[in-house]
C-alpha cells in the first residue's frame, strides 16, 4: 500500500541553524500538506501546496518557513532561523484532491532545537 | 477560524466496554474527519462524513455527524487494547485541516 515517508525520523539542531525536512508524497497526489504538533498539543495545519505554490498558511507559517518541491518527488519543509520554540512533530501529508477526501500523512519527523 | 472541541479529553475504560467521543464544531461541518494517533506516530485516517444526519461505520468504531452539522460522535464498541491511542477530529476548511485537541483513549486488559 502506498505510504507518505519522511526524513529524518529526528533531527536535533542548534538554535539559529537551518533545518530542511523531506517529505516524499504519494506518488499520484497532487496536493500536499505540513503540520506540526508541539508535544502535549494538538496537531496544527502549517501550510498547503498545490501545483507549485502555497495554496494556504496558516498564522504559525511564517517568513522563517517555506516550501519547495525540488523534484517530482520530494516535498520539503526549510526552517531559516530555527527557535527553541520550533521543537517540535512535522507532519507531511497528501491527498489526491484539495477538499473532503482523505489526507494520507507520512510518521513525521521530530524536531529538537537546542 | 473553526474550533473544535473535543469531549472527553482523556478516557480510560475497561477492555470490553463502549465508548463515545464528541467533537463540537463552532461552524458548520462540510467535512469531518476522524484520525488516530498513536504516541510519537502519524495520523492514521479512520473516517470521513459529509452529510447531516451520515453514519459511518468501520469494524467496531462507528461514526456520525449530527442533522445540523455541528457535531460529530464516535463510538467504539467492546473496545480493545488495540484501539488505544489518540482520537482526532478534523475539519475540512478549503482543503487543509483543523484539528481537535483529541481524546486519549486507555483501554485497561
Request: hydrophobic letters at 30%; one cysteine or more; charged letters at 20%.
Amino acid at each position: 500500500e502506498p505510504e507518505v515517508t519522511q526524513t529524518p525520523s529526528h533531527q536535533v539542531t542548534q538554535m539559529g541553524q537551518e533545518v530542511i525536512l523531506r517529505c516524499v508524497p504519494i506518488s499520484n497526489h497532487l496536493y500536499f500538506y505540513w503540520y506540526r504538533q508541539i508535544l502535549g498539543q494538538k496537531v496544527e495545519f502549517l501550510v498547503s501546496f498545490y501545483n507549485n505554490e502555497i495554496s494556504e498558511k496558516s498564522e504559525i507559517f511564517d517568513d522563517q518557513f517555506s516550501v519547495e518541491r525540488p523534484d517530482g518527488s520530494n516535498f520539503t519543509l526549510k526552517i531559516r532561523s530555527t527557535k527553541l520554540e520550533d521543537s517540535a512533530m512535522y507532519f507531511c501529508a497528501s491527498s489526491d484532491s484539495s477538499s473532503y477526501n482523505e489526507q494520507f500523512f507520512g510518521p513525521g519527523t521530530r524536531l529538537t532545537v537546542l | 477560524s473553526q474550533e473544535l472541541e473535543q469531549s472527553p479529553q482523556s478516557l480510560i475504560v475497561q477492555e470490553g466496554k463502549n465508548l463515545t467521543i464528541n467533537c463540537t464544531s463552532s461552524k458548520t461541518l462540510y467535512g469531518l474527519y476522524w484520525y488516530k494517533q498513536k504516541y510519537g506516530e502519524g495520523l492514521i485516517f479512520l473516517m470521513m462524513l459529509q452529510k447531516g444526519g451520515e453514519e459511518k461505520s468501520h469494524e467496531k468504531i462507528t461514526a456520525k455527524l449530527d442533522e445540523k452539522k455541528q457535531q460529530s460522535s464516535l463510538h467504539i464498541t467492546a473496545s480493545q487494547p488495540s484501539h488505544a491511542g489518540i482520537y482526532l477530529c478534523g475539519a475540512d476548511r478549503r482543503g487543509d485541516m483543523r484539528f481537535g485537541a483529541g481524546t486519549r483513549l486507555t483501554v485497561k486488559p
